[in-house]
C-alpha cells in the first residue's frame, strides 16, 4: 500500500474516533477552529480561502486541520450544521410567537426585524456568512440537511410575507405595493448588513440599525410637509 494512501486512511480513522471524543478539550478546540475558519471564510470567500489559511490564522499546520475535518468543504459544512440550524430554529420560534399575538403588522414586523439583527449580531459570523456565500454552488441544496436549512428559511420568510399581507388587509401598510415586492425590500436591506455590520461598532449597532430600517421602512425617507 502507497505510503500516502496508508497516511490518509490513518487520518481518518483518527478522526472518526476523534469525532466521538466529547472530551471538553477537544469540543473546545473544534469550536475555537470553526471560529477561526468563519472568519477566515467570511474575509476570502468560500472559494478563495484555503486550509492553509485556516491553519495559519489558527497557529497551526495544514495536516493538523485533517485531525478534525477531512476537507475544506466539510469544515464549511460543520459551521451550519454545528450552529446554523439551532439559530433558524430559535428565529422561527421566536417568530411564531410575534405573529400570534393580537398586535397590528407594523408591530410584529419592527419585532422580526429586531429578531433577525440580533440574531446575526449575537451568531456573528455565522448568520453572515450562510447569507454571503451561494449554498447552490456547494451542491448543500440536494443534500437533506440542506433540504432542511431551506425550509427552515423559507418558513421565515413566509411569516414575513403574513404578516405584510396582516397589514394590507387591516389598512396599515399600503395596498399599491405587492407583498412579495415589500418583503424583497425588507429582507434586502436586513441582509445586506453583511456587508459592513460588526459587533463592537462605536457608532452602529442591531438595535440602532433596526430603529434606522423600520424608520425607512415603514415612512420613508421623505420630509414630512
Known amino acids: 500500500m502507497?505510503?500516502?494512501?496508508?497516511?490518509?486512511?490513518?487520518m481518518s480513522r483518527r478522526r472518526r474516533s476523534a469525532q466521538n471524543d466529547s472530551s471538553p478539550n477537544y469540543q473546545a478546540k473544534r469550536q475555537e477552529l470553526l471560529r477561526t475558519a468563519a472568519d477566515v471564510f467570511r474575509e476570502k470567500g468560500f472559494e478563495g480561502a484555503t486550509l492553509n489559511d485556516i491553519a495559519e490564522r489558527f497557529g497551526t499546520d495544514r495536516a493538523s486541520i485533517y485531525y478534525y475535518f477531512a476537507s475544506k468543504k466539510e469544515l464549511f459544512q460543520a459551521l451550519f450544521h454545528d450552529i446554523l440550524v439551532d439559530v433558524l430554529d430559535e428565529n422561527i420560534a421566536v417568530a411564531e410567537q410575534i405573529?400570534?399575538?393580537?398586535?397590528?403588522?407594523p408591530d410584529k414586523l419592527r419585532r422580526l426585524v429586531a429578531q433577525q439583527m440580533n440574531s446575526y449580531e449575537k451568531n456573528y459570523p455565522f448568520v453572515y456568512l450562510y447569507i454571503q456565500e451561494d449554498m447552490a454552488q456547494l451542491q448543500l441544496d440536494g443534500t437533506p440537511w440542506g433540504k432542511t436549512m431551506a425550509r427552515k428559511t423559507k418558513r421565515f420568510e413566509t411569516i414575513v410575507l403574513e404578516t405584510l399581507q396582516q397589514g394590507v388587509d387591516e389598512g396599515t401598510l399600503r395596498g399599491d405595493v405587492p407583498v412579495q415586492l415589500m418583503s424583497k425590500a425588507l429582507f434586502g436591506m436586513v441582509n445586506w448588513t453583511h456587508r459592513w455590520l460588526k459587533p463592537g461598532m462605536r457608532k452602529v449597532d442591531a438595535k440602532q440599525t433596526t430603529e434606522a430600517f423600520c424608520a425607512l421602512f415603514f415612512e420613508g425617507a421623505k420630509t414630512q410637509n
Open 99 to 105: 405573529i400570534s399575538e393580537e398586535t397590528d403588522a
Open 2 to 10: 502507497p505510503t500516502s494512501t496508508a497516511s490518509s486512511s490513518g
